[in-house]
């Protein structure tokens, strides 16, 4: 009987040595599937991507070196002319002016909107539990709403002759505004959608930043108070700490969505007046199919991905070097 013991036990040692732990050969085929397993998932989105997007950039990326005008898109004539339609634009002094306020409505906007939107997301953290209710469903509500029948309520509002705006400040006195035209001039058609995108975007910000001081320990805060720190000193030693990679990535999220905004500053005013509130997305639309030169827009499209890949870029490169040099001032610590 002792005999037949020791034999199973060698038998079991044996296998267990052939099959590994986990009863598979180890290094073997089926570790080798396994492993390959998560990029089997990944395949059907990768190919999605490539399809839906990858596709169109690579035909669009064809039509930017393409003299594509109308003539050519009836007669399906092809004409290749290299890199004369970025040549064309990179020395035009309209894709500069664009470029710049584009940039500089893009940063106007992102600044009111992770302000507000803190401030929004620090007020909900404090409210009352039915305040805080009603707060956060205003607030789902205006981030529901799709973004062309927010345009048609915020054109009503602001409309010249029978907006809510222009009534509203006449009855409070100031009787020049009754039949003020919003529309009319640059700064006051930026102000208008310069409202509408931070009214939009501020919703994203405040909730995802009150769901964030959820999960800060209110003992820091009672330690803070304890010290004799006030509002700003709780703020900067406690809660923005623990919120900077949430500052981070919105801040990120939110240069992306508001450079590329389309359909509120078209429906607006189409660019106008005189084309003087085009950013880059409209000034592509305007040559590309207002104008019916194709191979233009194509190329100013791309050229505004690299603005904003720059952009990214830029802001990256600074979030990393700080996080960088916040990492060395602890360990000198």
Same mark, same amino acid.
Not at 199 to 228: C, H
């Given at each position: 009987?002792?005999?037949?013991?020791?034999?199973?036990?060698?038998?079991?040692?044996?296998?267990?040595?052939?099959?590994? &732990?986990?009863?598979?050969?180890?290094?073997?085929?089926?570790?080798?599937?396994?492993?390959?397993?998560?990029?089997?998932?990944?395949?059907? *989105?990768?190919?999605?991507?490539?399809?839906?997007?990858?596709?169109?950039?690579?035909?669009?990326?064809?039509?930017?070196?393409?003299?594509?005008?109308? !003539? #050519?898109? %009836?007669? +399906?004539?092809?004409?290749?002319?290299?890199?004369?339609?970025?040549?064309? %634009?990179?020395?035009?002094?309209?894709? =500069?002016?664009?470029?710049?306020?584009?940039?500089?409505?893009?940063?106007?906007?992102?600044?009111? %909107?992770?302000?507000?939107?803190?401030?929004?997301?620090?007020?909900? *953290?404090?409210?009352? !539990? &039915?305040?805080?209710? *009603?707060?956060?469903?205003?607030?789902?509500?205006?981030?529901?709403?799709?973004? %062309?029948?927010?345009?048609?309520?915020?054109?009503?509002?602001?409309?010249?002759?029978?907006?809510?705006?222009?009534?509203?400040?006449?009855?409070?006195?100031? +009787?020049?505004?009754?039949?003020?035209? =919003?529309?009319?001039?640059?700064?006051?058609?930026?102000?208008?959608?310069?409202?509408?995108?931070?009214?939009?975007?501020?919703?994203?910000?405040?909730?995802?930043?009150? $769901?964030?001081?959820?999960?800060?320990? &209110? /003992?820091?805060? /009672?330690? *803070? @108070?304890?010290?004799? $720190?006030?509002?700003?000193?709780?703020?900067?030693?406690?809660?923005?700490?623990?919120?900077?990679?949430?500052?981070?990535?919105?801040?990120?999220? #939110?240069?992306?969505?508001?450079? !590329?905004a389309f359909p509120q500053i078209f429906a607006i005013n189409q660019g106008g007046p005189d084309r003087l509130t085009e950013t880059l997305p409209i000034y592509a639309f305007t040559e590309g199919?207002?104008?019916? +030169?194709?191979?233009?827009?194509?190329?100013?499209?791309?050229?505004?991905?690299?603005?904003?890949?720059?952009?990214?870029?830029?802001?990256? @490169?600074?979030?990393?070097?700080?996080?960088?040099?916040? #990492? +060395? /001032? /602890?360990?000198?610590?």
């Amino acid at each position: 009987m002792a005999v037949q013991l020791d034999g199973a036990a060698a038998a079991t040692d044996q296998a267990a040595a052939r099959t590994g &732990k986990g009863g598979a050969p180890p290094g073997g085929r089926g570790s080798r599937r396994w492993r390959g397993a998560p990029y089997l998932l990944l395949l059907p *989105a990768l190919l999605a991507t490539a399809v839906f997007l990858g596709w169109p950039m690579v035909r669009n990326l064809l039509l930017s070196f393409q003299d594509l005008n109308m !003539k #050519e898109l %009836i007669q +399906h004539l092809t004409e290749w002319v290299g890199t004369g339609n970025y040549r064309e %634009i990179l020395g035009s002094e309209q894709f =500069w002016r664009v470029t710049l306020r584009t940039i500089v409505f893009t940063a106007v906007n992102v600044v009111l %909107i992770m302000v507000l939107g803190t401030l929004i997301g620090l007020l909900l *953290a404090r409210l009352g !539990k &039915k305040m805080r209710l *009603a707060l956060s469903v205003a607030l789902v509500l205006a981030w529901a709403m799709p973004v %062309i029948a927010a345009t048609t309520v915020f054109q009503w509002l602001f409309d010249s002759r029978y907006g809510v705006v222009n009534w509203l400040l006449d009855a409070a006195g100031w +009787h020049a505004m009754a039949d003020y035209d =919003w529309v009319g001039t640059q700064l006051s058609t930026f102000f208008v959608i310069t409202v509408m995108i931070v009214w939009q975007s501020l919703p994203f910000v405040a909730l995802n930043l009150y $769901a964030a001081t959820t999960t800060i320990p &209110k /003992e820091l805060y /009672e330690a *803070a @108070r304890m010290d004799g $720190a006030g509002t700003w000193q709780v703020f900067a030693s406690v809660t923005f700490p623990f919120l900077r990679p949430f500052f981070l990535a919105t801040t990120f999220l #939110e240069v992306i969505w508001v450079f !590329k905004a389309f359909p509120q500053i078209f429906a607006i005013n189409q660019g106008g007046p005189d084309r003087l509130t085009e950013t880059l997305p409209i000034y592509a639309f305007t040559e590309g199919v207002g104008n019916l +030169h194709f191979g233009i827009g194509a190329a100013i499209s791309l050229l505004t991905i690299v603005v904003l890949l720059a952009m990214t870029a830029y802001y990256l @490169r600074l979030t990393l070097r700080q996080e960088a040099q916040e #990492e +060395h /001032e /602890e360990a000198a610590l």
